[in-house]
T-cell receptor
Framework: KAGVTQTPRYLIKTRGQQVTLSCSPI?????VSWYQQTPGQGLQFLFE???????NKGNFPGRFSGRQFSNSRSEMNVSTLELGDSALYLC???????????????FGPGTRLTVL | AQSVAQPEDQVNVAEGNPLTVKCTYS??????LFWYVQYPNRGLQFLLK????DNLVKGSYGFEAEFNKSQTSFHLKKPSALVSDSALYFC???????????WGAGTKLIIKP
């Protein structure tokens, strides 16, 4: 099976612009989670989608939004970009089979966003 | 509240020596524990997880982890370190009552030749 894919891999934007990142999960996986990774803050949970519904949301401002399509592909959008939004954005998919507690997340390579 | 602690920001080990990367957790109910590795400019790769049963879990690349309920720990180990094991390691925990994975801050592992 192909792994989780994220596009684009690298992105440079300027303050005030908006950006859309895309994630295609592993075939058959229904849950998609998004994370922001920065050197100072580590791995921060953004949100999680399952069957086109947002199930969990982290502590990020409303400028960060996401959605999931019927084929489980997901997008996240960041509006009015700030310098502090520069980070590696990671997407992870999981199958949600069996006990949900034991569900394993599989990560994509990430999108490196630089805000100038 | 659920939490994960990785008490060491960095661990230095000589090649060929055993390595341990520490992780302690706090969770209500039964824990599900995970280890991931991240190489530079890459996403996280799943190494192993503890669900239930045997306290010693074996994973990818010769890594294993020991679950200790009384000490609420899940330390990652490898008998003989390789230079290629140098990377950033993350511990994470989840419980049945909350699907969200809680992540540690990460430990940078440096293996010196």
């Amino acid at each position: 099976k192909a792994g989780v894919t994220q596009t684009p891999r690298y992105l440079i934007k300027t303050r005030g612009q908006q950006v859309t990142l895309s994630c295609s999960p592993i075939s058959g996986h229904r849950s998609v989670s998004w994370y922001q990774q920065t050197p100072g803050q580590g791995l921060q949970f953004l949100f999680e989608y399952f069957s086109e519904t947002q199930r969990n949301k982290g502590n990020f401002p409303g400028r960060f939004s996401g959605r999931q399509f019927s084929n489980s592909r997901s997008e996240m959008n960041v509006s009015t970009l700030e310098l502090g939004d520069s980070a590696l954005y990671l997407c992870a998919s999981s199958p949600l089979t069996g006990g949900t507690g034991s569900d394993t997340q599989y990560f994509g390579p990430g999108t490196r966003l630089t805000v100038l | 509240a659920q939490s994960v602690a990785q008490p060491e920001d960095q661990v230095n080990v000589a090649e060929g020596n055993p390595l341990t990367v520490k992780c302690t957790y706090s969770v209500s109910g039964n824990p599900y524990l995970f280890w991931y590795v991240q190489y530079p400019n890459r996403g996280l790769q799943f190494l192993l997880k503890y669900i239930t049963g045997d306290n010693l879990v074996k994973g990818s690349y010769g890594f294993e982890a020991e679950f200790n309920k009384s000490q609420t720990s899940f330390h990652l180990k490898k008998p003989s370190a390789l230079v290629s094991d140098s990377a950033l390691y993350f511990c994470a925990v989840r419980s049945d009552s909350n699907y969200q994975l809680i992540w540690g801050a990460g430990t940078k592992l440096i293996i010196k030749p």
